[in-house]
């Protein structure tokens, strides 16, 4: 039996997104890109936000982080964090919590690495509000999470820039960095795309102890189903700027009620048995935000489409503990 979703807040979230609504200014006109998104993440968990590109879920982390470009527009909702509401929070104020509570690892290490400065340097920076703490005791600090992220040799990499390290070792300093000062919420825009599948699993192994050592939250952002699989205890699905299915690990895996959820599944490689010369896709492309269709996003590509996607937009169900959908599938369900 499924009943209509019924979001509550809970004072164990680190993150509750209600409502959010972002807005791009282009020249053809405004673009939807995030639509009415309910997220939130529990304290000391790990909640990944999966979906394809186009989906919105960097635009999702960057309004969380405040960092959104100039024509964008945050036209309704709410985002609280540590029970502080972030959008109505003076900038010197949000630049505080920034690298300290709440903190992001981009999915290019050299777009938040400065090129010209050596680590040691861009590590020290960041402790600039420890007044109390001598500079030997910041590049003790620097030294040793370098070393725990497994950076070989911490003291003698102080001096060196960026560009003298591996993309992985460049990652693991960026993570490094990120969580120097133990925030509540570290956010992962994409850390491991870039990355040979080897060093993948060494940075995946390394969040997940690092989560439990710093007893932060982690929001992460992927489009690799193992990946997310492997590290989240709870997965949020999007699709063309909506949250279309959400719950605990197990559910959208093994019991995922959104037929979006149940392709992105079957086009994962790993859940593939038999061999085959093409590997699956989703038909189809994700709709131009431009023109948000009138009943369904999804139902251009929906194989179980049928005359009411096409004239409402469907509604949240819940499906079971922590879990929920949009999908007039389930109001058929609820009405038979």
């Given at each position: 039996m499924v009943a209509a979703l019924q979001y509550q807040e809970h004072s164990s979230n680190v993150l509750s997104v209600r409502d959010l609504s972002v807005r791009f200014h282009s020249p053809r006109g405004p673009v939807s890109v995030l639509r009415n998104i309910n997220v939130d993440v529990p304290r000391g968990s790990i909640v990944g936000v999966v979906g394809e590109s186009g989906s919105g879920k960097s635009t999702l982390a960057l309004a969380v982080m405040r960092l959104m470009s100039s024509n964008a527009a945050i036209m309704s909702g709410s985002i609280q964090f540590a029970e502080r509401e972030l959008?109505?929070?003076?900038?010197?104020?949000?630049?505080?919590?920034?690298?300290?509570?709440?903190?992001?690892?981009?999915?290019?290490?050299?777009?938040?690495?400065?090129?010209?400065?050596?680590?040691?340097?861009?590590?020290?920076?960041?402790?600039?509000?420890?007044?109390q703490q001598s500079r030997a005791d910041k590049r003790r600090k620097?030294?040793?999470?370098?070393?725990?992220?497994?950076?070989?040799?911490?003291?003698?990499?102080l001096a060196r820039h960026p560009h003298q390290f591996s993309g992985g070792m460049r990652q693991r300093i960026a993570i490094a960095m990120a969580i120097l000062e133990q925030p509540e919420l570290l956010i992962c825009d994409e850390p491991t795309t870039a990355l040979d599948v080897t060093m993948e699993a060494q940075i995946i192994e390394l969040l997940r102890e690092l989560r439990g050592e710093f007893n932060g939250s982690i929001l992460f952002i992927s489009h690799h189903l193992g990946v997310i699989a492997e590290l989240c205890d709870y997965v949020v699905v999007l699709y063309a700027g909506e949250?279309?299915?959400?719950?605990?690990?197990?559910?959208?895996?093994h019991r995922s009620r959104h037929p979006y959820t149940q392709a992105l599944l079957e086009c994962d490689p790993a859940r593939i048995e038999e061999i085959r010369r093409e590997l699956p896709t989703i038909p189809g492309d994700v709709p131009n935000l431009l023109h948000i269709p009138t009943g369904c996003t999804f139902t251009?590509?929906?194989?179980?489409?049928?005359?009411?996607?096409?004239?409402?937009?469907?509604?949240?169900?819940?499906v079971g503990q922590n879990h929920a959908a949009r999908c007039h599938l389930l109001a058929e369900t609820e009405r038979g």
């Amino acid at each position: 039996m499924v009943a209509a979703l019924q979001y509550q807040e809970h004072s164990s979230n680190v993150l509750s997104v209600r409502d959010l609504s972002v807005r791009f200014h282009s020249p053809r006109g405004p673009v939807s890109v995030l639509r009415n998104i309910n997220v939130d993440v529990p304290r000391g968990s790990i909640v990944g936000v999966v979906g394809e590109s186009g989906s919105g879920k960097s635009t999702l982390a960057l309004a969380v982080m405040r960092l959104m470009s100039s024509n964008a527009a945050i036209m309704s909702g709410s985002i609280q964090f540590a029970e502080r509401e972030l959008l109505s929070l003076p900038l010197a104020e949000m630049q505080r919590l920034r690298g300290d509570r709440l903190t992001m690892v981009f999915q290019d290490p050299m777009t938040s690495l400065n090129p010209v400065r050596s680590i040691g340097n861009q590590m020290m920076d960041i402790q600039y509000r420890n007044r109390q703490q001598s500079r030997a005791d910041k590049r003790r600090k620097v030294t040793n999470m370098l070393r725990r992220v497994g950076i070989p040799d911490p003291e003698r990499q102080l001096a060196r820039h960026p560009h003298q390290f591996s993309g992985g070792m460049r990652q693991r300093i960026a993570i490094a960095m990120a969580i120097l000062e133990q925030p509540e919420l570290l956010i992962c825009d994409e850390p491991t795309t870039a990355l040979d599948v080897t060093m993948e699993a060494q940075i995946i192994e390394l969040l997940r102890e690092l989560r439990g050592e710093f007893n932060g939250s982690i929001l992460f952002i992927s489009h690799h189903l193992g990946v997310i699989a492997e590290l989240c205890d709870y997965v949020v699905v999007l699709y063309a700027g909506e949250v279309v299915e959400q719950g605990p690990i197990s559910d959208i895996f093994h019991r995922s009620r959104h037929p979006y959820t149940q392709a992105l599944l079957e086009c994962d490689p790993a859940r593939i048995e038999e061999i085959r010369r093409e590997l699956p896709t989703i038909p189809g492309d994700v709709p131009n935000l431009l023109h948000i269709p009138t009943g369904c996003t999804f139902t251009p590509r929906c194989p179980k489409v049928f005359d009411r996607c096409r004239l409402e937009h469907p509604a949240d169900w819940a499906v079971g503990q922590n879990h929920a959908a949009r999908c007039h599938l389930l109001a058929e369900t609820e009405r038979g």
